[in-house]
């Protein structure tokens, strides 16, 4: 069966058993119970979200000017255990400057599992699920990346990630 994973649903209120890479402080990834937003930079993208699963779910910022924010974590599987959780994007931005989100499975450098959570010009997406079937038994890493395409408006846009869970089958 699957490894007990360290805090996969952020209910510590943190990254605990996380790796974060935030490249600009003002844009670093963060843990909260609820974010919303109807201020002067997204005037055309009113959101609000709560946590679907718990209290707490992390929100990944994608950085500034081009850049890419990301946290993973590593963990062990067996053939047909499932990583699975939700996942859901907000918009700051419009084309051609659209930016972009992931969820992703890796093995080693290997990418056996990506679904974009993106979308376009001011717009936001709402918690939709995300699950892959494990394979073969293995060390994985689960990765939520957010990226601010082609240009460095600021604040960018963000992935929202809660309980990336394995279950056993």
Not at 101 to 125: F, M, N, P, R, W
Not at 134 to 155: E, R, V
């Amino acid at each position: 069966g699957a490894a007990a994973r360290v805090n996969p649903g952020f209910e510590t209120g943190t990254f605990d058993g996380w790796t974060v890479v935030g490249l600009e402080e003002h844009e670093f990834p963060f843990v909260t119970s609820h974010i919303d937003g109807d201020d002067e930079f997204n005037a055309f993208n009113p959101y609000s979200y709560d946590a679907p699963f718990g209290k707490y779910f992390a929100v990944i910022p994608g950085g500034y000017d081009n850049r890419t924010n990301y946290i993973t974590q590593k963990f062990s599987g067996d053939k047909g255990d499932i990583i699975s959780g939700k996942a859901a994007f907000v918009a700051i931005d419009y084309f051609p400057w659209d930016d972009s989100a992931k969820i992703e499975v890796l093995e080693g450098g290997t990418v056996l599992y990506q679904k974009s959570i993106s979308s376009t010009s001011d717009t936001s997406t709402p918690w939709s699920p995300f699950s892959y079937v494990l394979p073969h038994s293995g060390t994985f890493t689960i990765k939520a990346s957010s990226t601010n395409d082609y240009d460095a408006a600021c604040p960018s846009s963000f992935l929202l990630v809660d309980t990336a869970e394995v279950c056993t089958t």
